[in-house]
């Protein structure tokens, strides 16, 4: 069994190598109305459970074919954290790498409904950069958006996330999709950025559907998500842009500084809402040291100091 796809590039975190914990299928504690895998019912584990050591030779196999990547990214049709010997297999996973001279970071994508149980957050500790969702921050959205297994609840799920945070010494990344008339009401939107700000993360994507999903659900306009983003102040928020909807306007250093100020700007922010001698300002506040450029999981951000 083929464990192991890609690489992909991936405008978030580079060349992505990825490795699927659950190639047989869905296997997931959500059902989320904007899932691009298959409708199916939440389950709260595995009913198939991959053997570590497969994985891990699949993973050796790929990389000594002299596949070359910037992460080794840990996802699954579903939650990878569902996996039962996740900590065996990021251990063993490690010793592999530490045969190869420039060996790639361990990222996982999950969900992050898992980061209250203690040996999962133990597991999660192995990986370099570790990225969660947040689609809601209130039960009735997250009831609506992600249709969670029983049991689940978000208040528990941000309480992990929280607990997670404090203890986690690597990258941790945030993802908020927002899908159309679900979890894109200003008021909702607010509790999710609340909430993130309490946790902290070392940057926050923003990113409606733009691919086919399960559910019949609608994505939102570029315009709809840049009416909200003043919501995320203080965070360091990504938002992947198509460069047909750039829209760069000229800003003067004052101006500049005081949008830094509200919130960071990543390199995309930059090249799609700044014209040329808007740019030229910002690297003039750069080499003056009034703004700085922060990395937060391979994502180039301008920060006023």
């Known amino acids: 069994m083929a464990f192991v796809f890609g690489p992909v590039h991936s405008r978030r975190f580079g060349i992505s190598l990825g490795v699927d914990l659950s190639p047989s299928g869905k296997q997931c504690n959500f059902d ?21 050591t497969e994985i891990v030779a699949d993973i050796e196999r790929a990389l000594q074919s002299g596949i070359v990547c910037d992460v080794l990214t840990f996802t699954a049709n579903g939650e990878p954290t569902l996996y039962p010997h996740l900590a065996e297999l990021v251990m063993q996973v490690r010793a592999l790498l530490a045969r190869f001279p420039a060996p790639p970071k361990l990222l996982i994508l999950s969900n992050g409904s898992r980061f209250g149980i203690k ?26 958006v992600d249709r969670a297994a029983r049991g689940i609840e978000i208040d528990d799920i941000i309480e992990g996330i929280a607990t997670f945070a404090q203890e986690f010494a690597g990258e941790l990344i945030a993802e908020v999709l927002l899908v159309k008339g679900y979890n894109d009401n200003p008021d909702d939107v607010t509790q999710i950025a609340d909430a993130l700000r309490r946790i902290a993360p070392a940057r ?8 086919p999903s399960a559910y019949k659900v609608n994505a939102l306009s570029e315009s709809d998500i840049e009416a909200l983003l003043p919501l995320f102040w ?29 919130r960071p700007l990543s390199k995309d922010d930059i090249t799609a809402l700044f014209d040329k001698p808007s740019q030229q300002r910002l690297q003039t506040l750069v080499q003056n040291g009034e703004v700085a450029r922060e990395e937060a999981g391979g994502i180039v951000f301008y920060c006023a100091r």
């Open 119 to 144: 040996n999962v957050r133990e597991a999660l500790q192995g990986f370099d950069i570790v990225k969660f969702s947040l689609d809601a921050a209130n039960e009735r959205v997250f009831r609506r």
């Open 204 to 211: 926050v994507d923003v990113g409606t559907i733009d691919r």
């Open 234 to 262: 203080g965070l360091r928020v990504f938002v992947p842009r198509r460069e047909a909807l750039q829209c760069p306007q000229s800003y003067d250093a004052a101006q500049i500084l005081a949008t830094l100020r509200r």
């Open 32 to 52: 989320c109305v904007y899932c691009e895998l298959c409708a199916a019912k939440p389950m709260s584990a595995m009913r198939e459970v991959a053997n570590a």
